[in-house]
């Protein structure tokens, strides 16, 4: 099955962005360029809202879609169409993720999006998040993370500091459905170490 992956870049106080959607304190590096190009290798799906989708054309990055990806972008507002790379949908994300999930290929990219996320976290569907935490404070933003309706909880697999000061972490989904199993485990063995008192 193919890897849901939430990750980008975010600031000490998990904002992605300023509220005007600039990303000017972003650090760039040859060593990001080349863990970027690397880390895109392994997708072939990029899925993003409706801002993220006309933050990327306002930046010049055409029609919002990327060179041999196929791009999702949910939006209520946004009119629906669908190209060989670009589907504008206004259907649930949760319900189109998990089928895209199922379907044959590459892995599936977050991106921005911080509410999209939320209903995908809370969907179970998220399998892995990455981040490039920058060292600075923006103290108000686009925020990161959006409360939602329980705990996710998240395995380390990777932390690794850059020559910019940035830390690139890497952590994998503690899923529902395996937490469960251990719990019942947990119960299981509870139940066989216990002992009848003699009477």
Not at 139 to 162: A, V, W, Y
């Amino acid at each position: 099955m193919r890897k849901v992956v939430f990750g980008g870049a975010n600031s000490l106080d998990n904002y992605f962005a300023r509220k005007d959607d600039a990303v000017d304190w972003l650090m760039w590096s040859d060593e990001v360029g080349e863990i970027m190009a690397d880390y895109f290798k392994s997708f072939d799906t990029f899925v993003m809202g409706r801002r993220t989708y006309e933050v990327a054309i306002a930046m010049g990055h055409g029609d919002g879609s990327t060179p041999g990806m196929k791009t999702y972008v949910f939006s209520r507002t946004l009119k629906p169409r669908s190209t060989k790379k670009l589907e504008i949908t206004s259907e649930d994300v949760a319900e189109v993720v998990g089928r895209l999930k199922r379907e044959e290929g590459k892995d599936i990219c977050i991106m921005g999006g911080g509410l999209l996320a939320k209903s995908l976290f809370e969907a179970d569907l998220i399998d892995e998040i990455g981040f490039n935490i920058h060292p600075v404070l923006l103290g108000s933003g686009i925020p990161l993370f959006h409360e939602m309706n329980r705990q996710i909880d998240l395995e380390l697999i990777e932390c690794k500091t850059l020559k910019t000061g940035c830390v690139l972490v890497t952590y994998r989904v503690k899923h529902e459905s395996e937490k469960k199993i251990a719990r019942g485990r947990k119960a299981g063995s509870g139940k066989k170490g216990k002992t009848k008192k003699p009477r």
